[in-house]
């Protein structure tokens, strides 16, 4: 039987077991603040308060358009407590996107982070015929659109607390697809709180446990397994000020625990690597040898063995070296990473549990709640993404791909969405007739029942000599380069693969000058033959495992990143695959005429 029910459960229990507790760090200047659950509690109350004297009633949606801070929580449980459905947005969406989520889920209140937004949301306000009230978590409590005087009104008259079933809605994730507009996965109070239960079954957490909290609240995986999971077991959450100061807040807040997705790991691989080449030769030696010893540590472990000279020698290094390795990058708590939202590879993740950091990946998308597989400490392999979680199963579609081995994989639980919002034909689509959900990925299971993924079957795309290609995995392995900052793969109905590669300009520029290569005209230095030598052995060194069908033939170097800002990234920074292809058209095109001669 499931733990929770409905996210109002695990706020009255949360907050009934750990008023004095820590909730939610930010920081102020210098210093960081706590609120605790106590705090959160009556702010929450005084929240519900003030919501109902604005109308809001049970059914209604309120919406909300910030980055991770306290406000955006305490808005989200008035609304659950209210009955009312949390929509929320980010900050990085374009306004025409906001006003078409606003208008599509009819939403009659909304939260901003600042007056910036509010004054971007006044502009296209009159196409938003529902909209009734914007609500600034700026300003003071006499000042009439505050939140802050929001609550002094709540606080002066409050409201009861509704106790929604658990088929109640409890919110709309709209998900930012690469192409056509978001759509709103409707998810219930049962969905987002069976999950919740599930991750008290799995994952080895507890209140004494804390977080540094930079996965977006707005996207489900760092809403329901940080906001609403951590919240549920009476842990804390600092919020980073940025992905830039990660680092930084980790030495700061000390967390021990870490959820991300692998862009992010991989960042801090690269960070890693870099600053052990730069490290006197004994240092280095030292933690190479701690990294080999931790990974034969690992293999014995995971087979079920042990070696008492295995484990002095990893415990002798880990002393030395590794742990200071740790309390350098990490803080010198961090015990678990939680690595989710697409496939982290299998180097960096080894590299950092290796390391002493134990890296537990999981798998699962909105429509998912998100939570559909995980590794724990029940289960662990790497290169997979974990068995079912309790409550839930899941079954590969073979038919879909014509693969004997690797299917689409379809998820059946308590996790399932409602269904997406006002889009019948779509919810048509993606549900079999007995209730599972079709994700778009392929993969299959080991003879363990641990879930393998190999692609996504939109991104895969098929070569001239009728051999399929899936990207992704090509483009994470060259990313693992310290020279790479972003990468695309592309062949579709091409004779051979090609890539834009976004370089790490500010090593490639400290690179060029030390071998007196001009970096005054980028793209003089980006078409350099000596570049360019550095950048071809970069990427065939790091696609040395890929079929010779799949390599890169050619690619192209370029200045301008993939950003949300440029339209060629979705806010869960997955790539926008149309919009790039669109844009470099001609670049593309001129890597199949420069190389027609090397054609197979």
């Known amino acids: 039987m499931a733990k929770f029910e409905t996210l109002v459960e695990i706020f009255n229990e949360s907050t009934k077991r750990f008023p004095q507790c820590a909730l939610f760090g930010e920081k102020h200047g210098t210093e960081w603040k706590w609120m605790t659950y106590g705090a959160f509690k009556e702010k929450v109350d005084n929240c519900r308060g003030g919501l109902a004297g604005l109308g809001v009633k049970v059914g209604d949606r309120v919406a909300v358009i910030s980055n991770n801070r306290s406000e955006w929580a305490i808005c989200a449980y008035a609304c659950y407590t209210l009955g009312a459905a949390y929509v929320p947005m980010y900050e990085s969406q374009h306004t025409d996107e906001w006003a078409y989520i606003l208008n599509d889920c009819g939403a009659e209140v909304v939260f901003v982070a600042n007056d910036k937004i509010a004054k971007k949301l006044e ?60 759509k709103g996965v409707r998810l219930s109070h049962g969905n987002l709180a069976n999950n919740v239960s599930a991750m008290h079954d799995v994952l080895p957490l507890a209140d004494s446990d804390r977080s540094l ?65 730069a490290m006197p030769p004994l240092r280095k030696k030292l933690i190479t040898l701690g990294l080999k010893v931790a990974a034969a540590r690992r293999a014995l472990r995971d087979g079920g063995q042990s070696s008492l000279l295995n484990e002095l020698e990893y415990k002798a290094l880990d002393k030395i070296v590794l742990s200071k390795v740790r309390a350098t990058f990490f803080g010198a708590r961090l015990k678990f990473a939680f690595s989710g939202g697409a496939a982290v590879s299998r180097e960096v993740a080894e590299f950092i549990d290796n390391l002493g950091v134990t890296v537990y990946e999981g798998y699962g998308l909105t429509e998912t709640s998100p939570i559909a597989t995980a590794n724990s400490p029940m289960g662990r392999k790497m290169g997979s993404v974990g068995k079912a979680i309790p409550g839930t199963r899941v079954v590969i579609d073979t038919a879909v791909t014509g693969d004997p081995v690797n299917g689409e994989i379809i998820v059946y639980g308590h996790n399932v969405m409602q269904g997406y919002y006002n889009l019948p034909d779509e919810n048509t689509k993606v549900f079999t007739p007995d209730g599972g959900f079709r994700t778009g990925d392929m993969g299959h299971l080991d003879g363990e029942g641990f879930l393998i993924i190999t692609g996504r079957i939109k ?75 550095l950048y071809r052995d970069e990427i065939a060194g790091h696609t040395q495992d890929v079929k010779g069908y799949e390599k890169i033939r050619d690619f192209a170097l370029i200045s301008e990143d993939f950003t949300v800002e440029n339209e060629m990234m979705t806010p869960k920074m997955s790539l926008k695959r149309r919009n790039i292809v669109a844009r470099y058209d001609s670049t593309l095109n001129h890597l199949y005429t420069a190389s027609a001669g090397d054609k197979d």
Do not use: C
């Open 459 to 533: 991104e895969q795309y098929k070569l001239e000599n009728g051999k399929y290609v899936v990207p992704v995995p090509i483009e994470e392995a060259i990313k693992l380069s310290k020279w790479v900052s972003n990468v695309l793969v592309h062949g579709a109905n091409k004779p051979f693969n090609v890539a834009l590669v976004v370089p790490n300009l500010e090593l490639l520029k400290t690179w060029a000058t030390e071998r007196s290569i001009s970096t005054e005209n980028l793209a003089a230095m980006l078409a350099n033959p000596d570049v360019k030598a």
């Open 123 to 182: 502009g296209v306000r009159g196409e938003i015929a529902s909209l009734r009230h914007v609500v600034n978590f700026q300003g003071g409590e006499t000042d009439n659109g505050a939140l802050a005087a929001l609550l002094r009104r709540g606080a002066e008259t409050p409201a009861p607390q509704h106790k929604p079933e658990k088929g109640e809605l409890a919110g709309l994730i709209y998900t930012s697809g690469t192409t056509g507009n978001p």
């Open 213 to 277: 909290s930079f996965l977006p609240w707005a996207h489900s995986f760092g809403q329901t397994v940080e906001l609403h999971g951590l919240f549920s077991m009476g842990a804390s959450l600092g919020i980073a000020e940025s992905v830039e100061k990660l680092l930084a807040n980790m030495q700061e807040i000390q967390p021990t625990v870490l959820f991300a997705v692998p862009r992010v790991f991989n960042k801090l691989y690269a960070g890693l690597n870099a600053k052990m080449e």
